[in-house]
Nanobody, 127 residues
């Protein structure tokens, strides 16, 4: 069993930065693959960025590539998402996810770590 607790969401102006954190507790094997997803009102949940412990590979959605950076500190049991140059279209609830499955499932074209989810943290970007 794994628990995920997100923090760091806030309201910022366009062009600003935020760092989201996801602290995880439980079986470390179950967090080999972790990622950030987001869901805006009326839209489907989408993968933002994922990271695979087995080889260090990462995935980024096209819309955030070059602006967001995912990282993981296993010593601190924390996953991060550094978000720079924020845009109004980044406004959404951001969720942390974890899964024991790695490889293509984690950082391939359609990443889908989904075994465990956090409760979400709201990011709002205003013009």
């Amino acid at each position: 069993q794994v628990q995920l607790v997100e923090s760091g969401g806030d309201s910022v102006q366009a062009g600003g930065s935020l760092r989201l954190s996801c602290t995880f507790f439980g079986n470390p094997y179950s967090t080999n693959c972790m990622g950030w997803f987001r869901q805006a009102p009326g839209q489907m949940r989408e993968a933002v960025a994922t990271i695979d412990d087995s080889d260090g590979s990462t995935y980024y959605a096209v819309s955030v590539k070059g602006r967001f950076t995912i990282s993981k500190d296993n010593a601190k049991n924390t996953l991060y998402l550094q978000m720079n140059s924020l845009k109004p279209e980044d406004t959404a609830m951001y969720y942390c996810a974890a899964d024991p499955v790695t490889g293509e499932y984690c950082t391939g074209a359609r990443p889908r770590p989904s075994h465990y989810w956090g409760q979400g943290t709201q990011v709002t970007v205003s013009v």
